[in-house]
């Protein structure tokens, strides 16, 4: 079994073991099942302050670097749980703390810190732009001191269970802007007054329990004091939070993937075929190792890239690598663990087959696997731009 003592943190990761032990597999099978919201899983971590523990002490939360969020995560998922219920919360905090006004911090952070508020809605994509995000076609017209919103959103998780939300849309149509990721602004948008009046939210049934939604805009009126920041700059908000998003979603995919090798190891030692078991034989043994090995090389970029992150440093190559070979790590030891466990990984009540479907995501969100491919070969390598 594997033991992760040198990843550190280990008061934080051995207190959310605690708390997931309350949540056992047959708690996260129900909820899949159902396609139901883990509202208690969430209320738990909320209360237990982890989901607060990025924003600083002056707003009330623990004010712990990223490292310590990508131990809470990781946790979460080696359990055998899913953060994605809440992870968002995590790095869209951190927009309204970089750029949001005083005013702002003071109104929303401690309430967000003391459970009393949810930011888990992160509005982003589009079904028209998908990932050309600087396409999108949301406006916010500027009216006195409101703004007038008209559009789409779709994959808004979470839009049902969180109480605001970050929106970008575009102030000023692309055309008649000088750079296409100029004329973006981001507002938060508070959803408790605005459902039914001007936000229609439609939840998307997906392969894994996601609370995923189209979000639909029809005049919604927000008040002008809704803008984060400076009217026009969105896109460069959203893009500083991006890195965080990025590394946290790695240390899920480290901690699947973890959780597979372990699931595949107990059961290669204990199930017997031939008379000897299964895991005697290297054709089982070779690809629990190499999964072993593809973790761990991985989770060495998570924790460069964290480390980077919190010495506020340079760490945009470092969070997409994170996040392109965490990704890649889990799926293989998620493919490797059905395969070890043969008929028995596709019965749900082993787990495998729901977890292989909740790690099959990150190959694809929040960030595909091959724009970061396109990102490192354009910005690190120099290559030309392809689209
Ligand atoms: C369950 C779920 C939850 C999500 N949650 C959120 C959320 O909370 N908020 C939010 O804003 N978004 C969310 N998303 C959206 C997610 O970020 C996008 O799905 C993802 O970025 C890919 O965009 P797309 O689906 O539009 O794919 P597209 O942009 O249509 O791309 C389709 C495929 O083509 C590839 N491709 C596109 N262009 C190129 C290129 N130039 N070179 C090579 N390959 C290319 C992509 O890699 C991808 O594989 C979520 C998505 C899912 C499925």
Same mark, same amino acid.
């Given at each position: 079994?594997?033991?992760?003592?040198? %990843?550190?943190?280990?008061?934080?990761? *051995?207190?959310?073991? +605690?708390?997931? =032990? #309350?949540?056992?597999?047959?708690?996260?099978?129900?909820? %899949?099942?159902? /396609?139901?919201?883990?509202?208690?899983?969430?209320?738990?971590?909320?209360?237990?302050? &982890?989901?607060?523990? @990025?924003?600083?002490?002056?707003?009330?939360?623990?004010?712990?670097?990223?490292?310590?969020?990508?131990?809470?995560?990781?946790?979460?998922?080696?359990?055998?749980?899913?953060? +994605?219920?809440?992870?968002?919360?995590?790095?869209?905090?951190?927009?309204?703390?970089?750029?949001?006004?005083?005013?702002?911090?003071?109104?929303?952070?401690? =309430?967000?810190?003391?459970?009393?508020?949810?930011?888990?809605?992160?509005?982003?994509?589009?079904?028209?732009?998908?990932?050309?995000?600087?396409?999108?076609?949301?406006?916010?017209?500027? *009216?006195? *001191?409101? &703004?007038?919103?008209?559009?789409?959103?779709?994959?808004?998780?979470?839009?049902?269970?969180? *109480?605001?939300?970050?929106?970008?849309?575009?102030?000023?149509?692309?055309?008649?802007?000088?750079?296409?990721? %100029?004329?973006?602004?981001?507002?938060?948008?508070?959803?408790?007054?605005?459902?039914?009046?001007?936000?229609?939210?439609?939840?998307?049934?997906?392969?894994?329990?996601?609370?995923?939604? =189209?979000?639909? !805009?029809?005049?919604?009126?927000?008040?002008?004091?809704?803008?984060?920041?400076?009217?026009?700059?969105?896109?460069?908000?959203?893009?500083?939070?991006?890195?965080?998003?990025?590394?946290?979603?790695?240390?899920?995919?480290?901690?699947?993937?973890?959780? !597979?090798?372990?699931?595949?190891?107990? &059961?290669?030692?204990?199930?017997?075929?031939?008379? #000897?078991?299964?895991?005697? $034989?290297?054709?089982?043994?070779?690809?629990?190792?190499?999964?072993?090995?593809?973790?761990?090389?991985? $989770?060495?970029?998570?924790?460069?890239?964290?480390?980077?992150?919190?010495?506020?440093?340079?760490?945009?190559? =470092?969070?997409?690598?994170?996040?392109?070979?965490?990704?890649?790590?889990?799926?293989?030891?998620?493919?490797?663990?059905?395969?070890?466990?043969?008929?028995?990984?596709?019965?749900?009540?082993?787990?495998?087959?729901?977890?292989?479907?909740?790690?099959?995501?990150?190959?694809?969100?929040?960030?595909?696997?091959?724009?970061? @491919?396109?990102?490192?070969?354009?910005?690190?390598?120099?290559?030309? /731009?392809?689209?």
């Amino acid at each position: 079994m594997t033991t992760h003592q040198e %990843d550190g943190w280990q008061e934080i990761r *051995d207190g959310v073991r +605690a708390l997931c =032990e #309350r949540f056992p597999d047959a708690y996260w099978r129900d909820k %899949d099942r159902e /396609r139901a919201y883990p509202a208690e899983f969430v209320a738990a971590l909320t209360e237990a302050g &982890y989901l607060a523990g @990025l924003i600083p002490e002056t707003y009330g939360g623990s004010g712990l670097p990223l490292s310590a969020a990508v131990a809470i995560l990781s946790e979460i998922h080696r359990s055998g749980g899913n953060g +994605a219920a809440c992870h968002a919360q995590m790095y869209t905090m951190g927009t309204v703390l970089r750029h949001g006004s005083d005013d702002q911090k003071a109104r929303y952070l401690p =309430e967000i810190a003391a459970g009393r508020l949810r930011l888990q809605a992160f509005g982003v994509t589009e079904p028209g732009s998908g990932t050309d995000t600087t396409s999108l076609k949301t406006f916010a017209r500027r *009216d006195g *001191d409101r &703004y007038v919103i008209n559009g789409q959103k779709i994959w808004t998780s979470r839009a049902e269970h969180s *109480d605001l939300m970050l929106l970008l849309a575009r102030t000023t149509p692309r055309e008649e802007t000088a750079k296409r990721t %100029d004329g973006l602004s981001v507002f938060l948008v508070d959803l408790r007054e605005t459902i039914g009046k001007g936000i229609t939210i439609r939840p998307i049934r997906t392969m894994m329990n996601h609370a995923t939604t =189209e979000v639909f !805009f029809d005049d919604l009126e927000v008040p002008a004091a809704a803008l984060i920041g400076d009217e026009g700059k969105g896109f460069r908000y959203i893009l500083s939070g991006m890195n965080a998003e990025r590394i946290l979603i790695a240390a899920e995919c480290i901690g699947d993937a973890r959780w !597979f090798i372990d699931r595949a190891t107990a &059961y290669a030692g204990d199930r017997r075929v031939f008379d #000897r078991p299964i895991g005697q $034989n290297q054709g089982i043994q070779f690809p629990i190792a190499e999964a072993y090995a593809r973790t761990e090389a991985a $989770n060495l970029m998570v924790t460069k890239a964290a480390s980077l992150y919190d010495s506020d440093q340079p760490c945009g190559p =470092e969070a997409n690598m994170a996040k392109l070979l965490a990704a890649e790590a889990s799926w293989q030891a998620a493919d490797m663990c059905v395969q070890t466990h043969g008929g028995f990984g596709f019965a749900e009540e082993f787990d495998i087959e729901r977890k292989f479907r909740e790690t099959r995501l990150y190959r694809v969100a929040p960030i595909s696997t091959n724009l970061i @491919l396109s990102y490192l070969a354009e910005h690190v390598l120099d290559l030309p /731009r392809s689209y």
